[in-house]
């Protein structure tokens, strides 16, 4: 399976992308700069700075991809009240632009081999709450894009998954917590690797069957 991937530095995105890279298949890593690819040496490495549409839309994708995996994301907080200009800037544009540049210049390939689009979304893509004004918007547009793109692309075999994961143990969510002041514990959410092994389900799916959304809460 050859499956472009977004967000393989750190979190969701490089667990994912070591279990895969474990089982063999071939990826293709959208990465600001090589290094964050450095744990993949096998990986086919694409350098591009997802805040900026243009890098993206320089980029050369492969004539066939068998999945898009959208993993990328940047978390600010803050009251509507005080959050600045650029930090609704910068999550719109990684976390709701980015992938639907990224997926446009994909669609040729991903139609070719009937392909799967697995958007990370989150909870807070179904609720927002007091000081996630931003991400929660961002969120919920990528949202909306998946439920377009589903209906658009089903007619071309090409299969769009959306995942919520709750609060993850990931280095974001330790950021999080930073913004929120309080203290961070691992082990009160879930796993990246239960997320991780979600998507690799749907990503290994048979062909007679489609998951539109799968929602996780930490236990």
Do not use: C
């Not at 071939?26 to 805040?51: G, H, I, K, N, W």
């Amino acid at each position: 399976m050859k499956v472009l991937l977004t967000g393989a530095g750190s979190g969701i995105g490089h667990e994912l992308a070591r279990r895969l890279a474990e089982r063999g298949d071939e990826l293709v890593l959208v990465v600001r700069s090589a290094d964050r690819a450095a744990d993949f040496a096998d990986a086919t490495v694409l350098e591009a700075d997802l805040a900026d549409p243009g890098s993206i839309e320089a980029l050369t994708l492969p004539e066939r991809l068998d999945a898009v995996v959208h993993a990328a994301g940047v978390v600010e907080l803050g009251p509507v009240a005080e959050l600045r200009t650029d930090a609704w800037q910068s999550q719109l544009a990684v976390n709701l632009l980015a992938p639907a540049i990224l997926t446009r210049l994909a669609l040729p390939a991903l139609r070719a081999a009937q392909g799967t689009v697995v958007i990370v979304n989150s909870g807070a893509g179904l609720n927002a709450n007091p000081g996630w004004a931003a991400y929660a918007a961002s969120k919920f547009g990528l949202r909306a894009l998946a439920d377009s793109l589903r209906a658009e692309e089903s007619a071309h075999g090409v299969r769009v998954t959306s995942v919520y994961p709750g609060r993850t143990a990931t280095p974001m969510q330790e950021k999080v917590h930073q913004q929120e002041s309080k203290e961070y514990d691992a082990g009160r959410w879930i796993q990246a690797s239960t997320v991780v092994a979600t998507i690799v389900h749907v990503l290994d799916l048979s062909r007679d069957a489609t998951v539109p959304d799968v929602t996780l809460r930490p236990s």
